[in-house]
């Protein structure tokens, strides 16, 4: 994950700290707390690692009177008018209930349909390309990918 975090040649040290968060829908740790914040450490010793680099687990199912309970509560309203946080609110009205937003939305969803269903073409064009048995026009004709498409997973495929 750091990868691109530094230019070539630049040392370890100038790594910005880096935090990974969690939002789960249930309480994977099983103790009913908020947050869990984790952080690497040497094993023999139980001493922080220190390299900047931190994990944080937000129990999605936590209902706290706490700002993390309540911003959960809102995560998991249908109803802007539910809402603890009017920012929260106004972004969900917007996107529920004005035309601008229900455009959005749709085109959003519209979006990651055709996404799942290219990835799933994807497959069945690696797997009849696995078969063996199928000319590359074949497979353009029975995925809908593009012949470039097609070409591409071959040579993916072959690397």
Same mark, same amino acid.
């Given at each position: 994950?750091?990868?691109?975090?530094?230019?070539?040649?630049?040392?370890?040290?100038?790594l910005?700290?880096?935090?990974?968060?969690? !939002?789960?829908?249930?309480?994977?740790?099983? =103790?009913?707390?908020?947050? &869990?914040? !984790? +952080?690497?450490?040497?094993?023999? /010793?139980?001493?922080?690692? =220190?390299?900047? #680099?931190?994990?944080?687990?937000?129990?999605?199912? &936590?209902?706290?009177? /706490?700002?993390?309970?309540?911003?959960?509560?809102?995560? #998991?309203?249908?109803?802007?008018?539910?809402? &603890?946080?009017? !920012?929260?609110?106004?972004?969900?009205?917007?996107? =529920? +209930? #004005? =035309? +601008?937003?229900?455009?959005?939305?749709?085109?959003?969803?519209?979006?990651?349909?055709?996404?799942?269903?290219?990835?799933?073409?994807?497959?069945?064009?690696?797997r009849?390309?696995?078969?063996?048995?199928?000319?590359?026009?074949?497979?353009?004709?029975? #995925?809908?990918?593009?012949? +470039?498409?097609?070409?591409?997973?071959?040579?993916?495929?072959?690397?």
């Amino acid at each position: 994950m750091d990868a691109n975090l530094l230019k070539k040649g630049e040392d370890f040290d100038k790594l910005p700290e880096t935090w990974v968060i969690f !939002i789960t829908e249930n309480d994977v740790m099983g =103790k009913g707390l908020p947050l &869990y914040p !984790i +952080e690497r450490c040497f094993l023999g /010793t139980g001493e922080r690692f =220190k390299d900047g #680099s931190h994990i944080l687990y937000v129990n999605g199912a &936590y209902r706290g009177d /706490t700002p993390i309970g309540k911003l959960m509560h809102d995560f #998991s309203c249908t109803d802007a008018a539910d809402m &603890y946080y009017g !920012i929260l609110a106004d972004r969900v009205r917007f996107f =529920k +209930e #004005s =035309k +601008e937003g229900i455009e959005i939305m749709c085109r959003a969803m519209e979006d990651m349909r055709n996404q799942t269903l290219k990835e799933g073409m994807k497959e069945v064009a690696l797997r009849m390309l696995a078969a063996g048995k199928y000319a590359l026009e074949e497979i353009v004709n029975i #995925s809908g990918l593009s012949l +470039e498409e097609v070409k591409q997973l071959k040579a993916d495929r072959s690397a």
